[in-house]
């Protein structure tokens, strides 16, 4: 588990294709301090497992599965990325529940600075908006963020739906959101519980017909 904390942005320093899978090495001083063979580090909001480290670069296999559904087989040598490594039991839930389990990727569309602050629109799935409300959690390329407004396919000024949120300094000078461009992807992960209530929801629904 991860609480969308980004404890520090890491480099691509090698991609390596394996048929149907990719293994990246990263490095990331910060996030290999400690880290083990088996740990899980959270990147760009993907859960993957080191395989290898050394003092400062870790490697990690990205299955088929996630190359489908996240951005990281966009990934070349160069870029930068955003890193966590597992929260600890009983360490403060700073941001909130994240399983670095992707559940699609959203289309930066624009960027509206302010004086202390920036606007972020991203457009995402039909399938994903149902789970955002305005001033809940989402979590963008493993950042913790809360969410300012939701915009059903129905009203929106684009083809699909979309959300916005606000980006303080901290997060733009800590987090790669404060470089994405229009037209970047990025990886979503939509709150946890909301997910459970729907399914309760409809248990309890199908339930009443039966």
């Known amino acids: 588990m ?3 904390l980004v404890e520090e942005k890491g480099t691509v320093t090698a991609v390596e294709e394996l048929g149907d899978s990719v293994r990246i090495t990263i490095r990331g001083p910060v996030v290999t301090s400690d880290a083990r ?3 899980s580090i959270a990147i760009n909001g993907c859960c993957l497992t080191v395989m290898a480290q050394d003092a400062d670069t870790f490697s990690a296999d990205v299955m088929k599965e996630s190359l489908d559904k996240t951005s990281l087989g966009d990934l070349v040598v160069g870029d930068e990325v955003n890193l966590e490594r597992a929260t600890q039991a009983g360490a403060r839930l700073g941001g ?4 670095g389990h992707v559940d699609g990727t959203g289309t930066i569309l624009d960027r509206t600075p302010s004086e202390h602050w920036e606007v972020v629109r991203i457009a995402l799935p039909a399938e994903l908006a149902k789970y955002l409300v305005d ?9 913790s ?3 300012v407004e ?3 396919r129905q009203e929106s000024d684009t083809s699909e739906p979309w959300f916005s949120v606000s980006l303080i300094p901290t997060t733009l000078a800590d987090t790669t959101l404060g470089t994405k461009a229009p037209g970047d992807r990025v990886n979503l992960e939509v709150d946890i519980l909301a997910k459970y209530v729907e399914r309760l929801l409809g248990a309890r629904a199908e339930g009443a017909s039966s």
């Open 2 to 4: 991860f609480t969308g």
């Open 37 to 39: 063979h088996g740990d």
């Open 96 to 99: 909130h529940i994240v399983q």
């Open 135 to 143: 001033k809940g959690s989402v979590t963008v390329d493993g950042t």
């Open 145 to 147: 963020l809360t969410v």
């Open 150 to 152: 939701v915009v059903d």
